[in-house]
Nanobody, 119 residues
């Protein structure tokens, strides 16, 4: 069994910052890419940022220059530093990891953490 546990969501004012964390635990051999997605009410889930096992990041255009994704491979943890938050960043944020399991490569999701940007 594999678990992805997210933390760090909450209510923040526009222009504020939050840092999300996602720790992976359980039975797996290795982690490839890790990513953050988000889903706003009434909208499809979208990719926010991703990072390779080597640390190379990519971002959605909407968050470039404001969000930073990073990972600590020793802790099997991925982070999302979110600065200059806007109301349109309000969503449930989900962590995703590409894992090498006993059955081969597979993706796993966290349960989601709510980020609300509002005054």
């Amino acid at each position: 069994q594999v678990q992805l546990v997210e933390s760090g969501g909450g209510l923040v004012q526009p222009g504020g910052s939050l840092r999300l964390s996602c720790a992976v635990s359980g039975s797996f051999f290795s982690i490839n890419a890790m990513a953050w997605y988000r889903q706003a009410p009434g909208k499809q889930r979208e990719l926010v940022a991703a990072v390779t096992s080597g640390g190379s990041p990519k971002y959605a255009n909407s968050v470039k220059g404001r969000f930073t994704i990073s990972r600590d491979n020793a802790k099997n943890t991925v982070y999302l530093q979110m600065n200059s938050l806007k109301p349109e960043d309000t969503a449930v944020y989900y962590c995703n990891a590409d894992l090498y399991l006993t059955t081969g490569w597979g993706g796993a999701w966290g349960q989601g953490t709510l980020v609300t940007v509002s005054s």
